[in-house]
T-cell receptor
Framework: GENVEQHPSTLSVQEGDSAVIKCTYS??????FPWYKQELGKRPQLIID?????GEKKDQRIAVTLNKTAKHFSLHITETQPEDSAVYFC???????????FGRGTSLIVHP | GAVVSQHPSRVICKSGTSVKIECRSL??????MFWYRQFPKQSLMLMAT?????????EQGVEKDKFLINHASLTLSTLTVTSAHPEDSSFYIC????????????FGPGTRLTVL
């Protein structure tokens, strides 16, 4: 089955800096890669996603890049703010299946 | 749109009792719902996939007689933790998809279960 590795497990940055979280996947058939943000005690919420026919997608301060050949994808957050502090999960799923495999999560801490 | 509710949000029970958690899709029909378990500071662990009108598909290592899942309608799935023990204490989250191809999962707010 699919295996998703996520790094780093913890990321601490100063407000205004950029943050990058990286994930790798094992199943070359995976074609949907969502990123979720989960605040403490709350539900995960989709912040951005990318499909395998696209190499990069951007939404304001958030961007995701995908390298299908290397089987890795990354989340980029620019101009970080304290409210960006949360746990971020990457995931990968195979076309035709809704069941994503989640990474272990990255705890992002943005210091004011 | 695409709102998923979960009830209760928090439950405390005695060891040996059973607890039922409901997951509802409020504004869409969910052919498939998922149940996850999350330990503190850990990732989401998929427990089972629930399909309306059929038996749930459990992930390896998840006891189907311990965690009973029923998906009676396109908007409701229930998870019953039977004969709960302290080690069952966890955060349980459901999710649902709107259907048709690969797409976003919408998560419920989660249920914090504490077994004394």
């Amino acid at each position: 089955g699919e295996n998703v590795e996520q790094h780093p497990s913890t990321l601490s940055v100063q407000e205004g800096d950029s943050a990058v979280i990286k994930c790798t996947y094992s199943d070359s058939a995976s074609n949907y890669f969502p990123w979720y943000k989960q605040e403490l005690g709350k539900r995960p919420q989709l912040i951005i996603d990318i499909r395998s026919n696209v190499g990069e997608k951007k939404d304001q301060r958030i961007a995701v890049t995908l390298n299908k050949t290397a089987k890795h994808f990354s989340l980029h957050i620019t101009e970080t703010q304290p409210e960006d502090s949360a746990v971020y999960f990457c995931a990968a799923s195979v076309g035709g299946s809704y069941i994503p495999t989640f990474g272990r999560g990255t705890s992002l801490i943005v210091h004011p | 749109g695409a709102v998923v509710s979960q009830h209760p949000s928090r439950v405390i029970c005695k060891s040996g009792t059973s607890v039922k958690i409901e997951c509802r899709s409020l504004d869409f029909q969910a052919t498939t719902m998922f149940w996850y378990r999350q330990f503190p500071k850990q990732s989401l662990m998929l427990m089972a996939t629930s399909n309306e009108g059929s038996k749930a598909t459990y992930e390896q290592g998840v006891e189907k007689d311990k965690f009973l899942i029923n998906h009676a309608s396109l908007t409701l799935s229930t998870l019953t933790v039977t004969s709960a023990h302290p080690e069952d204490s966890s955060f349980y989250i459901c999710s649902a998809t709107t259907g048709g191809g690969v797409g976003e999962q919408f998560f419920g707010p989660g249920t914090r279960l504490t077994v004394l």
